[in-house]
């Protein structure tokens, strides 16, 4: 198996542009994770799904950041207008829900630079 | 709301310098408790999960403990190829969180 599929690996974007990111969980796998990495705040859930339904987007910062996962092989995590502060690292990560998540798999991550 | 803390937050050791990093939990309804190891540049890898108080595991020169607020990753006479960021995370079930990590530097 090729693991969780982030693309891009870099995104460099200025101030109000719209910025999306792509995410191929492992096949066979039944929920989804996206989260943000930062040094100061750490690695922070951001919002994710079973079965392809979001399940809780508590962790989303605001209106301008939205996630959707239209099949159980993709996903996207859209940010409109994207900001500065919003640079970071971003992974999505994968797991089988079998009654509790636990193992997760995470994607090699995309880094995001908002100029 | 669930938390949680590690400490300390960096750590210098000299090869084959034992010690032990710390993760502090508060969690409604704890499903299980997870340990990464994460690589500059790449995303966090799995070690171990511990679902009970008096659960240990062991991998290599690691061995993660779990009490029923903290666990330990005991790390004994490491490696330079042991440095990196470790991460503790917790779950509920459903949600996975996780604390900011210990970054883990040994020198040889």
């Known amino acids: 198996d090729a693991g969780v599929i982030q693309s891009p690996r870099h995104e460099v974007t200025e101030m109000g542009q719209e910025v999306t990111l792509r995410c191929k969980p492992i096949s066979g796998h039944n929920s989804l ?10 690695l922070e859930l951001l919002i994710y799904f079973n079965n392809n339904v979001p399940i809780d987007d508590s962790g989303m910062p605001e209106d301008r950041f939205s996630a959707k ?17 919003d640079s970071a ?12 998540n636990e193992k997760l798999f995470f994607g090699s991550g995309t880094q995001l630079s908002v100029l | ?7 300390p937050e960096a750590l210098r050791l000299q090869e084959g310098e034992s010690s032990s990093l ?8 704890l499903r299980g408790l997870f340990w990464y190891r994460q690589d500059p540049g790449k995303g ?10 008096g659960e240990e595991k062991e991998k290599e020169r690691l061995k993660a403990t779990l009490t029923k607020k903290e ?10 190829e042991d440095s990196a960021t470790y991460l503790c995370a917790v779950s509920d079930g459903d949600k996975i969180i996780f604390g900011k990590g210990t970054r883990l530097h040994i020198l040889p």
């Open chain 1, 69 to 85: 996962m239209p099949n159980a092989s993709f996903s996207t995590l859209k940010i409109q207008p994207s900001e500065p502060r």
């Open chain 2, 1 to 7: 709301e669930d938390q949680v803390t590690q400490s």
């Open chain 2, 71 to 80: 666990s330990f990753l005991h790390i004994t006479a490491p490696k330079p």
């Open chain 2, 44 to 53: 966090p890898e799995f070690l171990f999960t511990l679902y009970s108080a």
């Open chain 2, 22 to 29: 710390n993760c502090s939990y508060t969690v409604s309804g």
């Open chain 1, 89 to 100: 690292v971003y992974f999505c990560a994968s797991s089988l829900w079998t009654g509790a």
């Open chain 1, 33 to 42: 994770f996206w989260y943000r990495q930062t040094m100061m705040r750490g």
